[in-house]
């Protein structure tokens, strides 16, 4: 169920949550995303495998191949994925009609630049595109706790040759 819309039309984080665990460790409280998808997948970040004892790939949402197992526990039962936990890739969220204006390709990769006290160069930031999206940059906690940036803030573009 719904308890607030995202950024990104159609998506919203549920009041449902979920406990993840590994043989070694467990996160509790962990939000449901939606809209459901045609796949299973937990998005952590390095600082969470730490905790849980795992080293998941960094992948683009989606591309599960190889990616760490993990466990995840739920009021209805419990769900063992054997691959299906990653760190999320760095990715621009961008509208379909909105490439072209801004001289872009779908999966391409970029760069972008914070400002502040931590300004920082970030790279492999890759574009995703779809028809109804919001221009929006997606980084990890650690990305952004390192970058002391938040919600809101504006970053640069830095398109690569």
């Given at each position: 169920?719904?308890?607030?819309?995202?950024?990104?039309?159609?998506?919203?984080?549920?009041?449902?949550?979920?406990?993840?665990?590994t043989p070694k460790n467990q996160i509790e409280k962990v939000r449901a995303l939606g809209p459901l998808r045609d796949y299973n997948q937990v998005e952590i970040s390095k600082t969470d495998s730490y905790k849980l004892g795992i080293n998941p790939p960094v992948r683009n949402s989606g591309d599960l191949e190889g990616s760490s197992p993990i466990t995840i526990i739920g009021p209805k039962g419990v769900l063992e994925l054997d691959k299906g936990c990653i760190i999320a890739a760095r990715h621009l969220h961008i509208s379909?009609?909105?490439?072209a204006k801004y001289n872009?390709?779908?999966?391409?990769?970029?760069?972008?630049?914070?400002c502040g006290k931590k300004g920082a160069t970030l790279d492999n930031v890759y574009v995703k595109s779809y028809s109804n999206f919001?221009?929006?940059?997606?980084?990890d906690t650690d990305d952004a706790n390192a970058c002391l940036?938040?919600?809101?803030d504006e970053v640069e573009l830095i398109i690569n040759d």
């Open positions: 169920t719904i308890k607030n819309k995202l950024t990104q039309r159609n998506q919203f984080a549920a009041n449902e949550t979920v406990i993840i665990k379909t009609s909105d490439l872009l390709k779908e999966n391409q990769s970029l760069s972008i630049k914070t919001t221009l929006e940059v997606h980084l940036i938040k919600q809101g």
